[in-house]
Each structure stands twice: as C-alpha cells, then as structure tokens.
C-alpha cells in the first residue's frame, strides 16, 4: 500500500509487527482481545506518525536502511527494558483457538485490502503515485508529500501492529527476538517483488505462490531447500522485474496479438 | 503592487555563491524573460521563488505576502506554479491525471472530481492536446509533454508561471506553438516569467527581459535591459 505507489521500500514492517506481538502480550490479560487488536494497531500507527514525521525526508537506500535499523532499535529497547525492568525476557500471551486466529487475520487482510483499495482510487492514490515519480515536481503541483507519506506509512503500519497482536496468541510465547525479527520484513517485500509491485493483487498472488513454494521445498528438499528457494529468487528478480503479474500480462498481450498493442 | 518582489536574496551551494544578492520585481500580466549563460543561477532563482530552495538570505514576496521558506506546496496553493529544465510528467498516469493531480492539490479550494476532469479537458484544449486525452504520458512526444506540463501547472490556477526552458530542445514548428501559448496563457491573465535560450522566442514574446550573469555580478534590480544583451 505505502511501497508500491511511492517506491519508498520499508523494511520496517517487523517493527510494528513486534509492537503489535508485545502489545498483545502486556495488555492480553487485562483487555478482551478485540480491544488488544484494535490498540495494537492504534499504537502501531502512533509510532510510525513519529518515525515517519522523522524520516520520510530520507530517500532510496537510506530510508531502507533506516526501516531496517528501527527493528534493531525496538527489539534491543525492549530486551533492555525486559532485563533492567521486568527482570525476565519472555512473556506468555494468552492462546486462542486456530479458528478465532484463521478469522481474525482473514479480517485485518480484508480491511486492509479495502483500505489499499480505496487509497489507490482515490485523490490520495493519485499523489502518492505522483510521488513515486517526481516527488519534488508532485510538491510544486500542490502535494503536502511529507504529511501524505507519514499518513500512508502509519496507515499501514496499524495493520502490521494488529496482525501482530493476532499472531501473538497463536505463538503463546513471545520474546524480543521473536517480537521483532527481520524476516518478517523481508518476506513481504520480497513476496511484493515476486508477485509485481505494480498491481494491488501483484503481492497477494506473490505471497501465495511464496508461501505454497516456501512449503513444497521444506517438504521435498528438507536439506537444500533454502538454496533452491534462493535460486528462484535471484532467476525471478533478474528475469521478471515486474514479477508474475507482470510476467502473466506480457504473455496475454503477447497471446492476444495486435489488439491490445500500445497506441 | 508588484506580483512578484524580491530583496537581497542569495543562495549558496558550498563556498559557491548561485544567486548573490539578487532584488527583482515582476509586474501583473506580463512575460518577462531570463537569459544569460548556463550557471548563471536563472533555475536557482527559479527553485528559491517555488521553494524547492531556501534562501541563505533575502526577502521573496507574492502579492506582497512574505513567502520565504514556506513549504513548495503551500506556494502553489497560493498561486505559484512552475514546470522544470528536464519536463518532469507523470509518465506512470494518464494524461488526464496527470492534469487532475493539480487542480486536487494545488488549489486553495476544492474541486469536484467532476468538475476537475472537466476543467482538465478544457486545459487539454488550451495547450493543443484534446486528442491525446486518453494516453499515457509517457507515449507523448517531448513537445507534447511541455505542454502536458503546462496544462498540469495550469491546473493548479497560478497567478504567476515559472516556465524553465519550455523552448529547449523543440523544432521551428514547436517553439511557434509553444511561444503562441505563452502569449495565451498571458492573456488569460496569468503573469509570466521564462528562463530561455532560444532567443528568437524570448525577444519576441517578452515584455522584458533580465540578463543573468555568472554569480558574483547578478545584476540588480531585475535589469530591464529590454532586448539587449551583454557578455
């Protein structure tokens, strides 16, 4: 939703996911669990209004960079907070069904694909692709580009805090590392690569044909199946730039000739 | 009241001066015309009056409001609008989009959806691009994305036009058309001032023109030196 118009490649996600994980895990057994979603997502979306306020001036690899640095930062406040303050490092969230958790996350996915959806057909949508482009030419045609940054980050920011919240009661138990571990940053990003980071669908097709492929090769190639995913990865990335969506819409424009041939 | 003032503004990059200095003053409903050397800082002065910079010091006032170091889109909203050197378009959009986007944003107040598309078709036909509509930007001629450029910054409802370097790189053809809408943009009320090389286009269009030296000399005052040129 953020990336894909703007070309600002977060590898923060992680961080809002573990605030999220450890939101869940403090107020989990004061609060009903909506009520823990619904703030783990309200302080997901705090944090990222302050970060993003901070360093959405940051462009290209140094916002990537930065993203990447703020999940180390939280995760080793909280270890340190854990260990100064609470004197132990992992905490127990409360558990909820499989099912509970199956539909909740079915939900959060469904918000947010909505919110994704009205963004990019909206006013909003057309600024922020506008930003992708020429961001200095979109502020002189009138675009506050640092508010409608911050605001799209910290958007979806609070459906990475909330599923976060969901996933913690299905871990039980949660630590720093767990909370905040950057490869729940990476996969997403490169699950949108995979897929195609042009259309709103190139992500999920790419996240599920990731996830389907992640679990085939475990199964199949328990020993070598990390490098064969690598390989894949590096063929996808050098052969399909715009992922496969990208890739399916050359074959049909191929397929379906002169027709739809550009003008 | 002059559109336009500008007192003692300099901009430095590193040790070097861009701008030093500088007091201009632009009058209402006129084309006025920068010239003079490439690093003379014509698009600096361009980037500090649109904001993209800020002045190291010196005054800029619109409508005698005092702008200096406000953000580049509130500029716009208050009436400044600008196109670039390199045309920068959104080649990801249509070009109807691409002419939405400012009446969105760049206005101070709002606009239907409805209304915009409108008003963008209308500006299509001003700059001479009704039968593009449709396209991508990106499939248009560079002629045809100045104007597309154009009819974008037009959107916004500027009172005062920065155009850098609309001429460059067009053939004869293209730089008639393109001096021809100037003139019309001019006579719809709307104050212009066009950094330019082609000569041929900035002495017969311009009210006036100001010659930009190198740095250090910037001369002062906006120099009304009307078609004449020193080096």
Redesign the interface.
Known sequence: MFSGPTGYISLAPAAFFGVGVYTAAVLGLVLPLPAVIALAGAVSFCLALLVGALTLRLRGIYFVMFTFGLVELLLHFVLWWEMSITGTTGRVVPSVDNTTVYYLMLAIFAALMLTAYFIRHS?MG??L??I???E??????????TALKTITFAVSATFMGAAGAVMATRWTYIDPKIAFNPLISFMPVLMAIFGGMGKLYGPIVGAAIFTYLDEFLITRFPYHYMLIFGIIMVVAILYMPDGLVGLAQKLWKQISGAKYA?? | MPILEGEGVTKHFGGLAAVSNVDFHAERGEILGLIGPNGAGKTTLFNLI?A?LTPKSGTIRFKGVDITGL???KI??MGV??T?QSV?V????SVL?NI???S????ATHIS?ADARREATELLEFVGLSGAKA?QAK?LTLANQKRLEVA??L??KPELLLLDEMMAGLNATEVARAMELVTRIRDNGITVIMIEHVMKAIMSIATESSFFTTAKKSLKGFPRISQRTNG
């Not at chain 1, 200095?136 to 009138?142: D, I, L």
Request: hydrophobic share 40%.
């Open positions: 006013k057309l600024a692709q506008s992708g482009e020429h200095e030419a979109a502020a002189h045609r009138g675009v506050n580009v550009d003008t | 649109s993209a953000k580049p889109h716009c909203r609008a600008r670039f920068k959104f080649t990801t959009m989009d939405v986007l400012g969105f944003f760049g206005r959806s396209a499939d974008g910054a959107a916004t």
